[in-house]
């Protein structure tokens, strides 16, 4: 395969090359020249994490240590909280409605 904005100046197959440039998703120039192989393509942080399921979907950003997986979505643990009064929850201690979680209290009195 051959994608030419991923290198400067030549067209080149694998990522490995010191000449690699910008992102596989974003085309955005990589910081530091450091980007993350996936499946042979070069991406920046967030997109590597995007690929690979390990964004928050509370804050958007890449989960790269402990995790909530909770209604087939991750959260770094900070950011899993109740969709109404903000308290960070855990898994198994929330209510889910339209797909947003809940704890107890609130679902109790919004849903009742």
Not at 29 to 54: I, M, N, V, W
Request: proline share 5%; aromatic share 14%.
């Amino acid at each position: 395969m051959c994608v030419p904005w991923l290198v400067e100046n030549r067209c080149e197959r694998g990522v490995n090359k010191p000449n690699v440039v910008n992102g596989y998703d974003c085309r955005q120039k990589f910081q530091g020249g450091s980007f993350f192989d996936h499946e042979g393509l070069p991406y920046c942080e967030t997109h590597y994490h995007a690929k690979r399921g390990s964004l928050c979907a509370g804050c958007h950003k890449p989960i790269t240590g402990r995790c909530i997986t909770a209604m087939f979505r991750k959260f770094h643990p900070e950011h899993f909280v109740c969709a109404f009064c903000l308290k960070q929850l855990n898994k198994g201690t929330f209510k889910e409605q339209n797909d947003k979680p809940y704890c107890h209290g609130c679902f109790e009195k919004l849903f009742g």
